[in-house]
């Protein structure tokens, strides 16, 4: 906590932008709530009377969940509009929407988007905090907040006070890089926070241009995984075999598929991880999904709590500016 | 009494005439003259040049006026005001208007539009296809009859490599040139910008250059079987600056245009997802962009157009894959590509405005000699300042804003712009005048 004065920012738009204190920052704050899950009382006051608006313009459940109750966590009111419920469908345009929720009072707007750009675009016209819940194939960087909180939490030894970093830590990121959201901001997080990444899958869905932003680029799976701490497995959608990015899903799993042989690969002590939604028998053997390695649902569980830091951090810069400029 | 010009002691370049001198123009009844009467000197109207250069005026092969059907972004009324304020004297509208001109009909509408509305010389274009569908051929015979210079599909690009060799095979009946815009949609479904590093970063929907490069070289196959005259607009990459330069060299009747957009941005602009850095084909790498250059030095690419093509604001002001795509380019054209060209020490003026004026003309069916201060020509005349520096502004002539270069400081001042021997822009507006000059 007493580090949270390294936050000034009023939105959180994607992880390239954000420093390594700022990440810190959001981690301390989330392991301190961590310790409050086990209360019997789970709600903490900081955002009484504060409305946070989830803008999600794209399916859902898991973040959108998420964010609704890290929001009441706080003690905010929360709204969540999706696609369908939304004057979006009659043609209203995003910044519209988006002005009319800020006129309705709105003091948080969470947006999850199918086009990259439209967090950042939110944020330049808007005066409210923006969090950006995905944005097309650009960032999800709350998801790659949790992610490094969890392996920061895996790689902490016990007892100790702070969180460890991931400094040498080789971190494998394995699928549809591509289109993945997820895989760009968890680059820059694992990045600014020491790991060294590999990506792995196919050359269709993991080009070698992805060498410019200081990783790994791999295509066979021994070399991919051989030695690493952590291995992130992101869903593989039909509609990139419809696009012909690779021949069937059977092949898919055949080549690329986390099955147990291939786990042994990693270190011993190795973590899996998933964003979710998972396809089992996909993209991971079921057994590996549920097995003592997994940390999926731990993900979700840290999920809220990253989410609950961002709500507030960006609430306070948020109030802090409209102090000053009284 | 006859309307007499006599422009003096401006530096006069002429470049159909390998003409790069101080010296006088004079202009009796919208003609260019070698030379007036003492009593045609005496009656003359007088304009000073000096420290001015006078140029043939400005011709674009690419603009899109918007008229018929989107009058919201453009009409020919504004993009023709566009146009003279950027000192070009004549412009070639694109046919991708609504209903499409693919039929006689529509050409004379615009025609009779322009004929009213215009203030510079107004030619059409017909489709290649019917309605732009690319599945039957426009009555490409008609069109040419209807005074078309040249067919195209732009914004689309014929897919269909049979429809395009009949469409060439059939044009050259007319001498008609068509104009591709090389496009392989199978390879940009969803498409927003160049695919690289950047498109990488962005997670926006990457667009390969491979997709123009396979439509040049097939457009190159289609001109050398059937002799047709194909030219392709707005090249964006290296690939396909080197696939047109072997074709030259072979005897290949292609030819190539390039915007002073591609020419002075790369993708690397689109960091904040500004729509006004959308365009089709998209701004590509550094690497491209030399190309585009080094191909304009070696005439490899003929000519510079801009593809002016308005949107209103609230068009563009939305998510960028939602976004249409285009800017406009007349305005600014000139400035933007003497910093590129001529300010960077790349070329001198005189090649700089072989680009901007008989070279384009040379590509299209135009109805008379245009693009040359040669005595007899239309005395169509552009006076500028290539050095004065500006910022600009966010009003324009056009009916759109949609302009990458707003804020921008840029050298190149357009002071005067003649139209047949009368002043349409003077340097800070418009000059009013009663009828079109299509």
Redesign the interface.
Known sequence: MNKSEAWTLKDLVSL?KLSREEIDTIHHMAAHFKQTLGRRQKKLPSLRGKTVVNLFLEPSTRTRTAFEMAAKRLSADVISISQSASSLVKGE???DTALNIQALNADLLVIR??????A??LSERLEIPVINAG?????HPTQALLDTFTLREKFTPEGAEQLSDLSGRKITILGDI?FS?VA?SNIYAMQKLGAKVTLAGPKTLV?K??E??GVEVSHNLQEALADADAVMLLRIQRERMN?AYFPSIGEYTSMFGLNQERASLLKPDAIIMHPGPINRGVEIDSTIADGQRSVILDQVTNGVLCRMAVLLLTASAAGTKAKGSI | MSNILWIQNGRVIDPANDRDANGDIYAVDGMIVDQLSDVQKAAAEIIDAKGLVVSPGFVDIHVHFREPGQTHKETIATGSRAAAAGGFTSVVCMPNTSPAADNPGTIQRIKDSAARNSVVHLYTTGTITVGRQGKELAPIGSLNQAGVVAITDDGDCVQSNALMRRAAEYATMFDLPLMDHCQDSSMT?GSVMNE??MS??????GWPSAAEDIIVSRNVIISRQTGAKIHMQHISSAESVEILREAKAAGIAVSGEATPHHLYFTDDNLE??DTHFKMNPPLRSKRDQEALIAGLLDGTIDCIATDHAPHTD?EK??????APFGILGLETALAASLEVLYHSGKTDLKTFLGWMTHKPCALVKLPRETGTLRAGCVADITLFDPNEAWTVGDTFQSKSKNSPWIGMTLRGKVKRTIVAGETVWDGAQIVNRDSGKC
């Open positions: 390239e345009s995003l910044r988007h199918s086009a990259a750009g439209a950042e675009y944005d097309g194939a650009h960032e591509l959201r760009r080009p241009s992805f410019a932003f696009a | 479904e690289g590093l990488l970063k962005l997670g926006l929907k904040n997802y609230y002001d939305c998510e960028f894959d939602y």
